[in-house]
């Protein structure tokens, strides 16, 4: 009978041995079930994240370029208003100077004080009284070519001024 009974307590050894393992595999396997699906749901969220993150970068960066554009445009538009304005102030220069060169139009100063300027002195002339638009005090006719210098320097300060109104208007588009 020992060799039954060491065959029996083999046979329960083994039969234990099995439910353990069984037990084991089952455990495992569940836990395995539990951890597939707890990372599947973890990996779900964590891409549900990026592509929300993905949407707002998107978004901004469609929003960031509307803006861009929008500047843009108005800095074009400016630039096209200060052009015209920089044409005009050329034209009317222009007229100016052939107005001044045809003896059309005539630059005088206002002298203070009694002086009596004769032709061609430090490129003054006397005004003609009759013609005279001004009342009050002696007027001298400027000489054409000092009016011609005038009217270029004073050209070039109203280029001048229109390129620092242009400069102006761009610095406050750019930080609005």
Not at 6 to 18: H, N
Not at 62 to 78: C, F, G, H, P, S
Not at 99 to 109: E, I, N, P, W
Not at 153 to 174: H, M, N, W
């Amino acid at each position: 009978m020992t060799w039954s009974r060491a065959l029996g307590a083999l046979a329960v050894l083994a039969l234990t041995g099995l439910a353990f393992w069984s037990t084991y595999q089952h455990g495992r396997s569940t836990m395995d079930a539990e951890w597939r699906a707890t990372s599947a749901e973890q990996a779900e969220a964590f891409q549900q994240e990026r592509n929300k993150a993905s949407l707002a970068v998107l978004d901004w960066q469609r929003d960031e370029q509307i803006k861009r554009r929008a500047l843009e445009d108005r800095l074009q538009a400016n630039d096209e208003t200060h052009y015209k304005e920089l044409l005009d102030a050329k034209k009317l220069q222009d007229r100016l100077r052939d107005r001044l060169a045809t003896a059309d139009l005539r630059l005088s100063v206002l002298l203070s004080g009694p002086t009596t300027a004769t032709s061609g002195s430090g490129g003054l002339r006397e005004a003609t009284g009759p013609s005279s638009v001004v009342h009050g005090g002696t007027r001298a006719e400027l000489d054409p070519a000092h009016a011609q210098r005038i009217v270029g320097i004073t050209s070039d300060g109203d280029d001048g001024l229109i390129a620092l109104q242009a400069c102006q208007a761009y610095v406050r588009e750019f930080h609005k």
